[in-house]
């Protein structure tokens, strides 16, 4: 009789652990912890999750243009039909625009691309390390893209009156003693303060959850004060579609480089508070 070797035990390779859950295995977790995952880290809103680029970006375009048509239609029915009541405007607008936003971020579309809605939020994402860079221009120019779209079907659906003051496809305008440099200021103060308090709420799983109805109440604040006085824009798509479509260009830059700068700003200074990741 022939005695062969019992096989050696086979000893399993160390590796990420794989959890099962309710819907099939999970995936092993990011070094940044349960709650910075890749669906946590390449979006904005609480349940932003990853996938192809292009359906991110076409929900991008399709809920800034969304956006911008009900902010034009808003906006022709505050300012038309009564023009002496101007002074509840800018609060009534900044709610309607901070009630969207808090509701398109937690939509479907929302909750696939991020909801971010504003180039300015996608370069302060990137720059906080939570956005990959090589999507910063997809997103910009869907975003872009959307608001012109936006603009451009509220003027096919309400009429010539849209384009004619004092609605004017819904252009923000500074009151006119603020200058271009103050203009600025106060567009790229707003945008570092946004992003100081965008690191602060995705450091913290609770955080993530009140991100939407943080950002709409903060977006209809900034309307409701600095409406009558810088435009309070505080997002380039905001203002691109409407002032292309207006012919008011004038200051157009304004409103696009200081929330640039002010992303770039904040996401510096939460950098130095320990509340920034390094970009991806």
Known sequence: MTLTPAPEPVVPRPGP???PTAVGPRSPESPHGPDAGPGRDTGYGPDAGPGPLLPRAVCEAALTALLLFLIVTAVRWLVGPDPGAAAARPAVLGAVVGTLLALFMVSPPGRCSGGHLNPAVTLALWRLGVFPGREVVPYAVAQLAGSVFGVWCAGLVWGPVTGRPPVRHASVRADPAWGDAAVLAAEAGVLAGATLMLAALLASPGGRRVLPYAVGLTTALVIGVLGPLSGGSANPARQFGPALLAGDTGRLWVYVL???????????LAGRTGLRRPPR
């Open 17 to 19: 652990e794989i959890r």
């Open 258 to 268: 200081g929330p640039a700068l002010g992303a770039v700003l904040g996401a510096w």
